[in-house]
């Protein structure tokens, strides 16, 4: 069984800044890419960003230059630096990972989500 467990939301003033983190648990050996989605009320689930094993990163138009994806492989972690946040970035942040390899019967896992973290921006 893969957990991701995420922290780090709050609340917070528009033009600062937050920095969530997430870690996943398990018998893991590899994680293909983590990263972070978010849902505002009545919007569909968008890409925030996301960073593979090797590095690569993609963030969704509306992050770039203000939010930075970063992942430690040997802690199974993944990390969001927001900055000059605006009130639209009001969501719920989801940590992902997809293609996760674990150490047990299961053996493999396409997709994991995280439980999310409201993040709220008053402006």
């Known amino acids: 069984q893969v957990q991701l467990v995420e922290s780090g939301g709050g609340l917070v003033q528009a033009g600062g800044s937050l920095r969530l983190s997430c870690a996943a648990f398990?018998?893991?050996?590899?994680?293909?890419?983590m990263g972070w989605y978010r849902q505002a009320p009545g919007k569909q689930r968008e890409l925030v960003a996301s960073?593979?094993?090797?590095?690569?990163?993609n963030y969704g138009d509306s992050m770039k230059g203000r939010f930075t994806v970063s992942r430690d492989n040997a802690k199974n972690t993944v990390y969001l630096q927001m900055t000059s946040l605006k009130a639209e970035d009001t969501a719920v942040y989801y940590c992902?990972?997809?293609?996760?390899?674990?150490?047990?019967?299961?053996?493999?896992?396409?997709?994991?989500w995280g439980q999310g973290s409201p993040v709220t921006v008053s402006s």
């Open positions: 960073t593979s094993t090797s590095g690569a990163t």
């Open positions: 992902n990972a997809q293609g996760v390899g674990v150490v047990d019967a299961h053996g493999w896992y396409g997709e994991v």
């Open positions: 398990g018998n893991i050996y590899v994680i293909t890419a």
